[in-house]
DNA sequence: GCCTGAATGTAT
DNA sequence: TACATTCAGGCT
């Protein structure tokens, strides 16, 4: 291989890394320098990639030497993404079977990318043409509207199914012209103006009349200068500031600018007290048990070798304390931190405690930032003017150099497990990142994973517990309901039972507040004719339509298919429609309806369409302007209330009945982590449980708070049916547009799986998945079972490679969180 | 994922 | 026969 060849993986999914010569013009562009190339007819932005990758398949075997084409542009002329970045990324894409161009996509900040478009505009013909008409003509009068408009863009707008050949007939007329002009840029800087003194100006014996003499006045005091607002906000326009200029004794140049996301979070939020306490007043006392943790954890620390502990800590025995003792000592040991949460729980508010513990030197990465200001605290990071990165699943990657430490709070939750490819665990990547720079993992949960506590169990990683709650606060009393009885004694359609009931009037009659979950969204979950049983069913997904009341639809939560709720069967005519099931609407008016005068509010994903713009709702908690907040797991988790006393579960069978593995640990982990919500203030804390199987072991052990008891149980059902732990497990999704379809794609992949020869390897299915339909695709399932990941992972990808024609249709998904 | 050109379908 | 629409294959 020539010198003169880079390899580069490009953003395109499913391909591997091409290679590209590099023309004299340009130095030799270094692993993770991002570079302009030619993919097809198309120009990409790529990134440069170590020759032979040890897990990626060398590209060039195909295309005859001669035949490669030039990089056109080196868009950095050092790597913009560290080395470290680069490997973690690949590694990323080698262990979850996905390209490397996905991942390395996921690891940049937003707006970095150059790429080229297709691009319309009206030719002469074409803006002297009348005679055009229907589509085409709205094509034609939509450009001279707009002058130019992507393809894409165009077609959306046209919103018809034969746009695209309307518009191919246009070009091929000659009506309209196509470019593929460059669009997106090398980096999303914001710059503002600056005036400064030149040495002209600078002289004191130089003066003005008025406004300008007042500025130069001004500038003599600022040696870096004072930009437009800053000069506003002395009264003076920038008008002056350019006069001044003309005149040679100012100059005005553009700065850089970082955005700060700070100055746009709302102060004085309500925040949990396990976040809250500790930040506020850092050198206040521990508990025992805080102390035994920092203890065991700070020496793994000051080893400054890889190492991994569990904190497992029930709820409210402040393991956020515990993490920001162990930022401290990492810090002075010149070392820098990441922090990962889950997705609900950073809200700018919680972000700001970390500001408070750590000053400046702490960025923060999550959802609610916009693009620039995402991109800016990436090159702050990158930069080296941070300590901390507070972030969600993709901070894994934050290009933070010399890491000693990452803390994954919450590492059971679901939201670091990203639902697309690359489907990564951010704490497993977190693991793998801190194995390859000899850092110290702290994984937090009061439920943890049951892969996570096995590899404690197992002695991989270092198991450190705290069983008490801060200031000896009591674990809140769990009531089970078994709704059985209460069906049989007060009929089937009831939601609350008796003792909810009771409860909700006795705790909002001494003026405490309550929380009530239901997992389920809507009024009710099933509409069908009482003649003929017919009932409302998603034409493009195997699943019923969702009634809501307050919209008068029947809504697929799928797809987001929606109709008019119908007045009588669609089918026969039959006048009396019935409803069954219920979700968080029915919930919301039967509390209403109970109690009239309290003030009630309902979170879920129909209220709150925006992430983050639940933080209205926890600030009406804190204010007390809320009663009883209803709501779907959103406000099970991260969120604290402490006047909140009393948490109701309508429903604590919604998980268990998933045809998932993981329904058990899910329901446990949801049920542990609600009552742990009731209770945190200074009363006692009440949560009630209503069920149909009050006996089965996640509600059971949640409700004493058992995690060992929990985890014997369920590692026994995981080991005899070889689930992980107990084993590796790769879901393997296969889409088609009729069922038969899908199962024979399935059924071939998994014939080639079970082929390879790996003995060890077991590969069940296929079968229609659970969802069978979704969105009008039919997609059939198969699993693969094993001891030996990278066994499993070869005879899979050789697999697939095998039919890249179907490449589209297959989602692999290794270490599944969930198989649904 | 985007783009192209070939294969297939449909109106004249 | 011309034109519209769909689809599979390739990307270094």
């Known amino acids: 291989v020539s010198v003169r060849h880079v390899q580069v993986a490009v953003p395109v999914p499913g391909l591997p890394p091409l ?32 020759h032979q990758h040890q897990h990626l398949a060398p590209s060039t075997q195909h295309v005859a030497p001669g035949t490669l084409k030039d990089l056109l542009e080196v868009l950095d002329p050092s790597p913009l993404l560290p080395r470290e970045i680069v490997d973690l990324a690949l590694w990323t894409a080698d262990y979850y079977l996905a390209g490397p161009g996905e991942a390395l996509a996921t690891a940049m900040p937003p707006q970095s990318a150059v790429f080229s478009r297709r691009v319309v505009s009206l030719t002469d013909a074409g803006r002297a043409n009348e005679l055009q008409v229907g589509l085409r003509r709205r094509a034609l009068d939509l450009l001279r509207e707009h002058g130019t408009l992507a393809v894409d863009s165009l077609i959306r707008r046209l919103e018809d199914r034969t746009a695209k050949g309307a518009v191919d007939g246009l070009l091929r007329d000659g009506l309209i012209a196509m470019t593929q002009p460059l669009e997106g840029r090398r980096e999303a800087f914001r710059t503002v103006a600056r005036v400064r003194l030149t040495a002209l100006g600078d002289d004191p014996a130089v003066t003005r009349p008025k406004r300008q003499g007042e500025l130069l006045a001004l500038l003599r005091g600022a040696p870096d200068g004072l930009t437009a607002r800053e000069l506003d906000a002395r009264g003076i326009g920038w008008d002056v500031a350019k006069r001044l200029a003309a005149s040679g004794l100012a100059a005005i140049d553009q700065v850089r600018i970082d955005r700060d996301p700070f100055a746009t979070a709302a102060p004085g939020t309500a925040l949990s007290t396990e976040h809250s306490a500790p930040s506020t007043q ?37 393991k956020t304390e515990v993490y920001l003792r162990l930022a401290a000592r990492a810090m002075e040991q010149g070392r820098r931190v990441l922090i990962l949460v889950p997705e609900i729980a950073l809200t700018p508010a919680a972000a700001a405690i970390f500001r408070g513990a750590f000053g400046d030197r702490v960025a923060i990465q999550h959802s609610a930032l916009s693009d620039g200001e995402r991109h800016d605290q990436w090159h702050r990071i990158r930069r080296g003017d941070v300590d901390v990165v507070v972030g969600t699943r993709s901070a894994v990657f934050a290009p933070l150099p010399d890491v000693g430490l990452i803390v994954v709070d919450e590492e059971h939750d679901g939201s670091f497990k990203q639902d697309e490819s690359p489907r990564y665990h951010g704490r497993d990547v977190a693991v793998v990142r801190a194995r390859s720079v000899g850092a110290l993992v702290v ?35 769990v009531q089970v309901v078994d709704m059985r009885e209460e069906y049989a004694e007060l009929g089937a359609d009831i939601v609350l039972s008796r003792p909810l009931e009771e409860a909700l009037k006795a705790h909002l009659a001494r003026g405490e507040q309550a929380v009530v979950l239901l997992n389920r969204r809507g009024f009710a979950t099933l509409m069908f004719c009482r003649q003929c049983g017919h009932s409302l069913e998603c034409p493009n997904c195997s699943l019923s339509l969702t009634i809501h009341k307050a919209t008068r639809r029947a809504r697929c939560h799928y797809c987001n298919h929606a109709v008019p709720l119908p007045g009588k069967c669609v089918k026969c005519g039959g006048e009396f429609m019935e409803q069954s099931g219920f979700g968080t609407e029915r919930v919301e008016a039967e509390i209403r309806a109970l ?9 879920d994903r129909d209220t709150v369409r925006r992430r983050g713009a639940i933080s209205g709702v926890i600030e009406a908690m804190a204010a007390r302007k809320i009663d009883v907040l209803v709501g779907t797991q959103m406000i099970a988790k991260g969120h604290d209330f402490p006047a909140v006393t009393l948490v109701g579960v309508v429903s604590a069978d919604v998980g268990l009945g998933m045809p998932d593995f ?18 945190r203030g200074d009363k006692p804390g009440l949560a009630i449980v209503q069920t149909l199987f009050p006996k089965h072991y996640s509600i059971q052990h949640a409700t004493r708070q058992d995690y060992a008891g929990f985890f014997e149980d369920e590692f026994k059902f995981r080991r005899a049916m070889r ?13 088609g547009p009729s069922a038969g379809e899908a199962m024979d794609l399935a059924a071939d992949l998994a014939k080639r799986v079970r082929q390879a ?51 589209r249709r297959i989602s692999i998904d290794v270490d599944p969180l969930s198989v649904l």
């Open 723 to 735: 689930y992980p732990p107990a084993a590796s497990l790769i879901n393997v999704v296969v889409r």
């Open 662 to 679: 993981r329904a058990g640990e899910r329901t446990f982990q949801l049920l542990t982590q609600v009552s742990g919500r009731a209770g």
């Open 19 to 50: 290679t590209y010569r590099v023309p004299e013009r340009f130095e030799i562009p270094g692993p993770g320098a991002r570079v302009l190339v030619p993919v097809g007819t198309r120009k990409v932005t790529g990134w440069v990639i170590p």
């Open 443 to 477: 994984l937090g949960s009061a439920t943890p994973a049951l892969e996570t506590f096995e590899n404690a169990r197992q002695g991989r990683y270092r198991l450190v517990t705290m069983a008490r709650r801060v200031m000896d606060r009591p674990m809140a009393a």
């Open 282 to 318: 850092h050198r206040r006392s521990l508990t025992d048990e805080q102390t035994a943790a920092v203890e065991t954890l700070t020496s793994l620390l000051d080893a400054k070798a890889f190492a991994v502990g569990l904190l497992h800590g029930v709820t409210g025995s402040g």
């Open 595 to 603: 109690l009239p005068e309290a003030r009630v509010t309902r979170v």
């Open 757 to 807: 020869p790996s003995p060890d390897i077991r590969v069940l299915g296929p079968a229609p998945a659970p969802l069978a339909r979704i969105k009008g695709e039919h997609r059939a399932q198969f699993f693969i079972k094993g001891t030996h990941r990278a066994r499993m992972r070869d005879a899979l990808r050789a697999a697939v490679e095998d039919r890249a024609d179907a490449r």
